[in-house]
């Protein structure tokens, strides 16, 4: 959603009287369509060797996360840099489901951020029943992992982060 549309919702939702943060959910197919266009994108950049990020810092980064996911109640992970994205899941089936997640995630943070001004968020959790997404920043590089609720999140997010 562009800067634009977002403060017109706002403005529409103050005179309406609703809250002024919300998540619009109507935007979720278009999003599971880009989703699913940037990983086929990713997928035929790395089949070419194509747009792939030479830098030494991204692929230690990548090499880490990947490490991350042999952990006991990991799930997977999303990678995603400026030239390209991993996609890393137990249940390859749940790809979209995990990306639309992730990216939403994402969206609500930045949303909740920029109204409450809270500034640069380090990281963000979202917890379910029986899962969790913790969600973070290295560098240019946007770090989604998932995992089963009994999972230390803070060890994760401190290997990773200070590695």
Same mark, same amino acid.
């Given at each position: 959603?562009? =800067?634009?549309?977002?403060? !017109?919702?706002?403005?529409? !939702?103050?005179?309406?009287?609703?809250?002024?943060? *919300?998540?619009?959910?109507?935007?979720?197919?278009?999003?599971?369509?880009?989703? *699913?266009?940037?990983?086929?994108?990713?997928? !035929?950049?790395?089949?070419?060797?194509? +747009?792939?990020?030479?830098?030494?810092?991204?692929?230690?980064?990548? !090499?880490?996360?990947?490490?991350?996911?042999?952990? @006991?109640?990991?799930? +997977?992970?999303? &990678?995603?840099?400026?030239?390209?994205?991993?996609? @890393?899941?137990?249940? =390859?089936?749940?790809?979209? @489901?995990?990306?639309?997640?992730?990216?939403? *995630?994402?969206?609500?943070?930045?949303? &909740?951020?920029?109204?409450?001004?809270? +500034?640069?968020?380090?990281?963000?959790?979202?917890? +379910?029943?029986?899962?969790?997404?913790?969600?973070?920043?290295?560098?240019?590089?946007?770090?989604?992992?998932?995992?089963?609720?009994?999972?230390?999140?803070?060890?994760?997010?401190?290997? &990773?982060?200070?590695?």
């Amino acid at each position: 959603m562009t =800067p634009k549309k977002r403060k !017109q919702r706002k403005t529409q !939702q103050e005179e309406e009287g609703e809250p002024s943060v *919300a998540i619009d959910f109507s935007e979720i197919e278009t999003k599971i369509r880009e989703t *699913a266009e940037e990983l086929e994108d990713t997928e !035929q950049k790395e089949r070419t060797g194509k +747009g792939k990020h030479d830098s030494s810092e991204a692929e230690r980064i990548k !090499q880490n996360v990947e490490k991350t996911k042999e952990r @006991d109640g990991v799930i +997977g992970y999303i &990678l995603r840099n400026v030239d390209s994205a991993s996609i @890393d899941l137990k249940d =390859p089936t749940k790809v979209i @489901d995990y990306a639309v997640l992730s990216s939403s *995630a994402w969206e609500a943070c930045d949303e &909740l951020s920029e109204t409450f001004s809270l +500034g640069e968020v380090k990281h963000v959790i979202v917890e +379910g029943n029986s899962a969790k997404l913790l969600s973070f920043t290295i560098e240019d590089n946007k770090i989604s992992i998932f995992m089963e609720k009994k999972v230390d999140h803070k060890r994760i997010y401190k290997d &990773l982060a200070t590695k």
